[in-house]
């Protein structure tokens, strides 16, 4: 099979050699000229533009698309719509919102366009040795690709979800629990970091890996990460969000699910990437006007 592929950056390129390495050709594209060079280092095809791309592919073409979410998708998708012909299949193997998954599968169905909103995990790693996939859309459609993705998954790691959107979903509420996960980590390891033993960290990790209750692949990236640095200290205290964590709140609320963990790990996100928190300025100033307790200045920065 030959695939045309919309991104080529870490994820998309090695995809692209997890591809070829089961014997299918890829030919991408890339609006940055660099990625299109190192993927040209690395033995993968590029074109310059989407169009030219679509051209080399013989129909029925499969063209899957690794581009961030939102703007940049829906502008592929609204092109692809223009270039391809009824029996294609696209495949957006990005983080999307699963209800722009939803108006995709539409957007492409009017033209007999075939789509697959599929969920990846695994990271950089999984792309390029087998990754997790979890797959959304017709299952007539699923069916002409699933060869594939089962060949670059890894073992147990192809699962067809369901109907349209179903993919992305379900990749959604997979990051809200990572979220909660990798949060508890956290806690508990700062919990060893301030205690009164010396404990090893990256030693502990690795003793949690073995055995134990919540051994786990993150629990190895963690044993690692210690490795590197054994109090982390060249790294900033900032968590950054995808925004699949808050997805899955959001979604959770429409439906009156609760999950607590999920959402004050998304909130403790948002509370990182503060300078300095207003609201704390608020209960400080509070504790100091009913009990007089003592608050902390900020330094003067006048000269």
Not at 91 to 108: E, K, T, V, Y
Not at 148 to 153: D, G, S, T
Request: glycine residues 12%; proline residues 4%.
């Amino acid at each position: 099979m030959t695939i045309g592929l919309v991104g080529l950056g870490k994820m998309g390129l090695n995809l692209a050699l997890n591809a070829q390495e089961h014997g299918h050709s890829v030919i991408g594209t890339d609006l940055n000229a660099e990625s299109r060079r190192k993927a040209q280092e690395a033995g993968v095809e590029s074109e310059t533009a989407l169009a030219s791309l679509v051209q080399r592919l013989v129909p029925p073409r499969v063209i899957w698309v690794m581009v961030p979410a939102g703007e940049a998708v829906d502008a592929v998708m609204t092109e692809l719509t223009q270039l391809l012909s009824p029996g294609d299949t696209v495949i957006d193997a990005g983080n999307s919102h699963f209800r722009d998954s939803l108006n995709h599968h539409q957007q492409l169905k009017e033209k007999q366009i075939g789509f697959l909103d599929v969920g990846t995990s695994g990271g950089i790693a999984g792309a390029r040795r087998g990754a997790c996939f979890m797959v959304g859309g017709e299952p007539e459609v699923a069916g002409r690709v699933a060869p594939l993705l089962q060949q670059m998954a890894v073992e147990g790691g192809y699962l067809y979800a369901g109907g349209p959107g179903a993919g992305h979903f379900l990749k959604m509420v997979h990051n809200g629990i990572e979220y909660g996960m990798m949060q508890a980590i956290g806690e508990g390891f700062a919990v060893l970091e301030g205690s009164p033993y010396s404990y090893d960290l990256a030693k502990v990790a690795h003793c949690f890996n073995h055995g134990s209750v919540v051994r786990s692949w993150l629990m190895e990236l963690c044993e690692q990460a210690f490795q590197k640095s054994p109090h982390l200290d060249e790294i900033a205290d900032v968590m950054h969000s995808s925004g699949e964590g808050q997805w899955t709140v959001e979604e959770a609320l429409r439906e009156r699910v609760p999950v607590p963990v999920i959402a004050l790990s998304l909130l403790m996100r948002f509370r990182s990437e503060e300078k300095s928190s207003f609201t704390g300025k608020v209960v400080a100033a509070l504790r100091n006007e009913f009990g007089g307790h003592p608050v902390d200045r900020v330094e003067s920065t006048d000269s």
